[in-house]
């Protein structure tokens, strides 16, 4: 027998005996402007050639990020690239303890 988790309230409900709540709204998307894709050269006039293509490619459409998923990538970045991340401190700790045990073994 096949269940069904109800998402309001957790609880399992056989298949059969499942009926989705209808308090969910459809959503109508516009279409897309077609351009060209840099991969491959195809024209990619509609979301179905899209997801098509993504899958395909296994890439995502940078319009799924905001602004702010950039901003944030980029600050992380500039904090890997200037030693200021959890796991450059770690490493540095690291490799401060191992000079000094080495340091330590010579005498």
């Given at each position: 027998?096949?269940?069904i988790?109800d ?13 989705q ?7 109508v ?11 491959d050269?195809s024209?990619i ?7 098509a ?40 700790i690291?490799a401060?303890?191992y000079?000094a045990?080495k340091?330590?073994?010579?005498r």
């Open positions: 027998m096949r269940y988790q998402s309001a309230t957790g609880e399992l409900i056989p298949a059969d005996q499942y009926h709540r209808d308090n969910a709204s459809a959503a998307h516009g279409d897309i402007e077609a351009f060209v894709s840099p991969i050269g024209v006039d509609d979301r179905a050639k899209l997801r293509h993504n899958k395909r490619h296994n890439v995502a459409d940078n319009r799924a990020w905001g602004p702010d998923w950039y901003d944030r990538k980029a600050k992380e970045r500039q904090a890997d690239l200037n030693g200021q991340t959890k796991q450059a401190k770690a490493d540095r690291e401060i303890k000079a045990d340091h330590n073994y010579r």
